[in-house]
Nanobody, 124 residues
Framework: QVQLVESGGGSVQAGDSLRLSCAAS????????MAWFRQAPGKEREFVSG??????????VIADSVKGRFTSSRDNAKNTVYLQMNSLKPEDTAVYYC???????????????WGQGTQVTVSS
């Protein structure tokens, strides 16, 4: 079993920054992929960014909708992944989830473990 706990959400103004954290415990094998998704009211869950626990080939994967503003990172010693969100916009308002899967995918159905989610609200 894997337990994922997100933190760091909140209410901010447009242009502000937030850093979300996802602390993992349990079966967090180094080959697994950690992703961030978000879901706004009435919309489907959307891939935002992700990173392998043991990525050696490059930087994090980032969706085009947030490229240049968001990025993922990890701290293996703390079993924690982060989503740094800069220049936030009202359209970034959503519940943000971290998830662990066996490989990189933008399809939420490919992920077996999910956190409880953390609300991010951006006002103009």
């Amino acid at each position: 079993q894997v337990q994922l706990v997100e933190s760091g959400g909140g209410s901010v103004q447009a242009g502000d920054s937030l850093r979300l954290s996802c602390a993992a415990s349990g079966r967090t094998f180094s080959s697994y992929f950690m992703a961030w998704f978000r879901q706004a009211p009435g919309k489907e869950r959307e891939f935002v960014s992700g990173i392998y626990w043991s990525w050696t080939g490059g930087s994090a994967v980032i969706a085009d909708s947030v490229k240049g503003r968001f990025t993922s990172s990890r701290d293996n010693a703390k079993n924690t992944v982060y989503l740094q969100m800069n220049s936030l916009k009202p359209e970034d308002t959503a519940v943000y989830y971290c998830a662990q899967g066996q490989f990189y995918s933008r399809n939420p159905a490919e992920y077996n473990y999910w956190g409880q989610g953390t609300q991010v609200t951006v006002s103009s």
